[in-house]
């Protein structure tokens, strides 16, 4: 590979997968609503 | 009154989240992706996807899903009655049909797809490929497609796995969003764990695959030809589309589903961060795994020549088992698992969300409970899907991609942004997409979601319109400014309407059963076209009825 081809699939691959895992990370630290989804409900029942 | 069914929820917020993603990841993820970017100029074709991304598929995804929320706040589980929340004007609703229309159509040929990724993954197990070479392979898909030839000892095997595919999504479509949930939760990451597994062997594969027929064979060099930018093809408008075309393949917006996945979500919940959140695991399937699986192995045992000249849809069926077989037998089993298991998953994941909206519209509508909404959609499916298994050669199949999965598409995400950036206004719009949000969607996309997604839809659409000559937009510019008018492709829409290319071949063909063979797929293609057009029309008589029954009951 030469070395433009190799940064740029670096450069965006690396991007997205951070990108993608920090807004992941963002919603499970993002607590729900109350009553928004039923498994939530049944773990405070 | 909806059916108290059509009021229920998501289990958890994660779990939305892998059913969104695994909506838009689909086969295209694996296969499309890969065909774009090698008949794009690989490199020229990155940067454009990624810019496309961001100001059109990003901003379709925020719209559909407040779209769908606030359709969901009046109860709308379906795009008709979603869109015609949004405008006093009663025609939306019709233009609301594509997405039950587009769902019904394509989850007719896409569980063909779905059910030969569940023969294929037997067939690796059975080690059926074990000791075919290339030709023999490729030659087990036509067999396996022409039906009435067994592969598998069973009589009609294509149609057999047909029908246990339907019969698997209706199952898990019966049990309403926990059995949508449940397999999203289970397969996505069984899908990323496979994709993993078979993209480090991508990467790594190097030149070890060279040998006496392809000694140029390189892993490095499929990678190199993808990656490599040129800067030169960024003002030509083939290499745009084809990646504006892709995001709207691999996002699935434009068809209804994400629609109606939202409009489950509670009013106050956020949809600003789940929408960006799904839609970057999906890219992330797309720009990580898919472009380090095809592409590097084809090009690894076969040579990029060879790849550029075959990149298509085929490989993953005709290709893909005769490139495992170099790893030996466990191992061609272990990734022939792998590969078709995680388009599998990949396939039924969307394929689920396409029968959600036909399932949200009867139940809101007429008051099917869940189960006869799933087993409705399985029949219409089947029935629809007959032709495209029977007479897959004929044509069929391509004509419901081309029509359902291709163009419907874009003539509804055209429709749906004009209608909620300019009719439904852009206050109100950024309003819903903010309400409840967990981040601040920057203030630049107010701009983009008004002005440049139209725009950008309205490209694609009047690109593929008139489509010129041979995809040569620099010559049929030069043509028309120099008095020659323009000269449309036989892929252009206008052309496809005319049978144009099918025509022509008609037209130079000498072989009386070639002749015999065209004239054939011209009758069936029309046939598909007249079914497709019934299909259509019949929901907008299903939505009037729907919308008188609302009157006669107040609720309109």
Not at chain 2, 346 to 362: C, D, E, K
């Amino acid at each position: 590979m030469n070395a433009t081809a190799l940064t740029l699939m670096i450069v965006v691959q690396v991007s997205v997968t951070g990108i993608t895992g920090y807004f992941f990370w963002r919603v499970l630290k993002s607590p729900p609503e109350p009553d928004s989804y039923t498994e939530d409900k049944k773990e405070e029942v | 009154m909806a059916n108290n069914e059509s009021t229920q929820q998501w289990g958890s917020r994660v779990g939305l989240i892998l059913a969104m993603a695994g909506n838009a990841v689909g086969l295209g993820n694996f296969l499309r992706f890969p065909e774009q970017a090698i008949q794009n100029g690989g490199g020229a074709f990155i940067i454009p996807y990624i810019i496309c991304f961001l100001v059109m598929g990003i901003p379709l995804l925020w719209i559909e899903w407040s779209m769908g929320r606030f359709g969901g706040k009046f109860g709308h589980h379906s795009t008709p009655f979603i869109l015609d929340t949004m405008d006093k004007k009663r025609l939306w609703k019709y233009f609301g049909v594509f997405g039950i229309f587009t769902n019904l159509a394509v989850a007719a040929y896409y569980c063909y797809i779905e059910s030969w990724t569940l023969s294929y993954v037997l067939h690796s197990v059975l080690g059926t490929f074990n000791g075919m070479n290339q030709i023999q392979v490729a030659h087990f898909f036509d067999t396996y497609v022409t039906i009435g030839k067994s592969t598998f000892g069973i009589p009609y095997e294509a149609v057999v796995f047909y029908i246990i595919c339907i019969i698997i999504n209706t199952s898990i479509l019966a049990k309403g969003l926990e059995g949508v949930e449940k397999v999203a939760k289970i397969g996505m990451p069984l899908l990323l764990m496979f994709g993993a597994f078979l993209a480090i062997r991508g990467l790594t594969l190097g030149t070890s695959g060279a040998t006496a027929a392809h000694p140029t064979a390189s892993a490095w060099a499929g990678l190199n030809f993808l990656w490599t930018p040129q800067p030169s093809s960024l003002t030509n408008p083939k290499v745009w589309l084809a990646a504006a075309g892709q995001i709207f393949f691999t996002l699935s917006v434009g068809m209804g589903t994400v629609h109606c996945y939202a409009a489950y979500v509670k009013s106050n919940d956020d949809i600003a961060l789940n929408a960006v959140s799904a839609g970057f695991m999906n890219e992330f399937v797309e720009i990580v795994l898919g472009s380090l699986i095809v592409i590097p192995i084809a090009a690894g045992y076969l040579g990029l020549g060879w790849l550029k000249q075959h990149a298509g849809f085929g490989i993953a069926f005709q290709t893909m088992p005769y490139l495992f077989s170099h790893w030996g037998p466990f191992l061609a089993a272990v990734a022939g698992v792998m590969w078709f298991g995680l388009l599998f998953f990949a396939g039924i994941t969307s394929s689920l969300a396409m029968g959600t909206p036909w399932m949200g519209f009867m139940q809101d509508e007429f008051n099917w409970n869940r189960k006869k909404g799933a087993w409705s959609f399985g029949a219409v499916v089947l029935l629809l899907g007959l032709p495209t298994v029977f007479f897959y050669n004929l044509g069929v199949f391509n004509e419901y991609d081309y029509w359902a999965g291709t163009v419907s598409l874009v003539v509804f995400a055209l429709a749906e942004s004009i209608l909620f950036a300019w009719i439904f206004g852009m206050d109100k719009g950024w309003k819903e997409i903010n309400e409840g949000g967990d981040i601040k969607v920057p203030d630049i996309y107010k701009f983009i979601i008004k002005f440049i997604t139209p725009l950008l839809l309205l490209f694609v659409f009047i690109g593929s319109l008139f489509k010129p000559l041979n995809n040569n937009w620099t010559t049929a510019f030069h043509n028309l400014f120099t008095g020659n008018g323009w000269a449309l492709d036989n892929s252009s829409i206008i052309k496809q309407i005319m049978q144009s290319g099918l025509k022509e071949k008609i037209a130079a063909a000498t072989d009386p059963s070639m002749i015999h063979h065209l004239h054939q797929v011209l009758f069936y293609t029309d046939a598909a076209r007249i079914l497709l057009t019934t299909v259509f029309f019949g929901i907008c008589a299903m939505v009037y009825v729907a919308y008188r029954k609302r009157v006669r009951e107040g609720r309109a």
